[in-house]
């Protein structure tokens, strides 16, 4: 399981604005920037995973606490969170078959999907084109963690200030 929490408590500038917002202003204020974020945050894993097989849409919980809100964003995936920290150079052997069986083109044959410091997935084939390779043990080289957690959250952070500025003008204009 791996999490994304964007925390809006205390965000500079909107505190003042909230504090003039009756109970239900600020419920329904929140209410709304916190579906706007749960749209962002789907979008982004969706940016992050879009050349999978599979894209990862996460489960998203907006929690609204007194003047402010937290929006946790959790995958189960398991690529994902593993790209998401990295894995160092390891051993695999074949566990329910003779040898491991992949295609293989030599040394720096093989061009990832994904890159370090980039959200959105590339056009790389995320496989090797070379012959199939018969092999009763590999050294995986590992790979650096692409920081999807980080990258996510520094992107629907500001996202996030703003759809919850719109909000609040909106809930003062009811006033």
């Known amino acids: ?10 965000v500079t500038g909107l505190a ?15 209410g709304k920037a916190g579906r706007d974020m749960a749209k962002e945050l789907t979008r982004l894993h969706i940016l992050a ?8 849409v996460p489960n998203t919980t907006v929690l609204v ?10 995958t189960d995936n398991e690529i994902f969170s593993l790209l998401t920290v990295g894995a160092r150079a390891h051993t695999i052997v ?12 030599g040394r720096g044959s093989y061009i990832a999907k994904t890159a370090p410091g980039t959200l959105a997935a ?6 090797d084109t070379g012959p199939i390779t018969y092999r009763g043990i590999v050294n995986h080289p ?6 999807y957690h980080e990258m996510i959250a520094d992107e629907v952070l ?17 006033l």
Do not use: C
């Not at 995973?49 to 990862?56: A, D, L, P």
């Not at 590992?142 to 920081?147: L, Q, S, V």
């Open 1 to 10: 399981m791996s999490a994304i929490t964007v925390d809006l408590h205390e």
């Open 16 to 30: 003042k604005a909230l504090n003039s917002l009756a109970k239900d202003g600020k419920k329904r204020a929140f």
């Open 49 to 56: 995973t879009q050349t999978w097989v599979s894209y990862v």
């Open 65 to 74: 606490r007194g003047d402010g809100m937290t929006v946790v964003s959790k």
């Open 94 to 105: 074949p566990v329910n078959a003779p040898a491991l069986v992949f295609p293989w083109g």
């Open 122 to 127: 590339s056009a790389g084939s995320g496989r």
């Open 142 to 147: 590992g790979f650096p963690a692409r920081e």
């Open 158 to 174: 500001p996202f996030a200030v703003r759809a919850l500025a719109i909000e609040i003008a909106r809930e003062l204009a009811r």
